[in-house]
């Protein structure tokens, strides 16, 4: 028996509202999977490609020469679609997708039936292999599902729809897979979680010349480690990792009931978890001298939320929620150093420089709880989330939708206001070479409470 797929039927309605009897439609399956089943919360469109994107991988596909000077508009053919571009696109989508939840596949809208031939057949199975290739060379957005990929073919003349799934580690044939449209298809328990950051990362004499690129990849390996590593508390308790979150929710809808409380019943699916980091198990014989020309600070808040269907256990939760913070900081750092316009390899100027990735703020699927994300860089407001869900995910919202309390910013200018003080080495380690190392008023606690994962390079000459 094949895979068992699970969507709302508003996703039905959406496969018909895109269907043309000339072009074809490519777009994302995006959703949560488990061993046998998935559950789709939602299928976004790719935006069509600019010629040069077309261009430039028929060059690298083929000798065949192409001209081609006006935008593309339509696609007349499952070969007409750059796999590149979907990939891409693919990358930006799972930024935007909680914990637990990937991109699935991708479905296609078309005025016949894609899989009739094989070489439409083969196109599409090398989408999904140069979706996964992208998802690798990005480990820390935890993109690649674990399970087989989707493929769903909707047919535009006859409504009718065909879904395979398809492994491609082993590279093997395509499967049938049952697609069901419903009502409801799970209930989604929700899980709220923070994480505080505040650790500095010392950069070793002969290491100043890397680019902050560079600086801030080893950041994120050294984090991840940590994360991983964690515990995860959820209401309060340590539980057994095959426990379900279905009793967790009933446990806790039995006991607001004893309490008589007022509260929703959508509070019942709302369950607190709590993250603790490892202390470090480094013996004194581990500690050593290191001459250092300057250090990176990671500082402020993370705030998560993630959904994860009524089956699902605690040790799923404790991933999803794991994943969740990494794929949020990876993807607010990958974000900050592509909109730097051009990165020094030299050390600052100045003592302090700060670093403001973007933060996180959170939109509600249309008539779905599940929230994705979008990130707004300092400056930007909730109509930059509005262009990005509309052209990434094909979603039409009002500004109002947009929750934008889930991380506050504070006033950069508190950062500049620290006094430098000259410090002995501590028991943990030590700056050498009579170097000043810059710290911060004990005040500086309270006053980056929300401020999202804010970056201070210190230079100590």
Known sequence: MGRLIYAEEGILNYLISLSDLDTYTVGL???????????????????????????????????????QESPIRSIKSVKDVPSSWVADHAIHVTRMLPGGMWVLGIFVVAPNDCFSDNDSTQRLKFIISSLHKNFQSNSYLYG???????????????????????DVKSNSSLKSAD??????????????????????????????????????????????????????????????????????????????????????????????????????????????????????????????????HQKSTVAEATDAIKQDIMRSLASRLEMHWDSLLEEDNELPEDNVTLHEP?????????QSRITLSDYLFPGEGPQEALLSLQELLDLQVQESSVQKELELQIDPSEFYCQNEMKTEPTEHGKFVNNKQFMVYASGLAATTLFLIAAIIIHCLY
């Open 29 to 67: 399956i995006l959703g949560q999977s488990t061993d046998k089943q998935d559950y789709v919360v939602h299928l976004a469109r790719t935006p069509p490609p600019a010629p040069k994107d077309v261009i430039e991988e028929t060059l690298i596909g083929s000798t065949t020469n192409v001209q």
């Open 144 to 166: 690649h599902n674990p399970r087989e990929s989707l493929i769903l073919a909707f047919n535009s003349s006859t409504h009718r729809f065909v879904c395979k799934s398809f």
């Open 179 to 308: 697609w069901k449209f419903e009502a409801k298809i799970t209930k989604w328990y929700q899980l709220e979680t923070r994480l505080d950051f505040d650790q500095t990362f010392p950069i070793a004499d002969g290491q100043e010349s890397e680019t902050l690129k560079q600086q801030l990849q080893k950041i994120l390996k050294d984090v991840a480690g940590v994360v991983n590593s964690s515990l995860v508390i959820i209401e309060g308790d340590r539980r057994l990792p095959d426990e379900l979150i279905q009793i967790i929710g009933n446990q806790k809808k039995k006991e607001r009931k004893e309490s008589k409380s007022n509260e929703s019943d959508a509070s019942d699916k709302s369950l607190q978890a709590a993250i603790y980091v490892p202390c470090s198990k480094k013996s004194d014989r581990e500690i050593r001298e290191v001459n250092c020309a300057a250090s990176i600070r990671l500082v402020g808040q993370i705030g998560s939320q993630t959904f994860v």
């Open 358 to 366: 973007p933060r996180r703020v959170l939109v509600a699927l249309p």
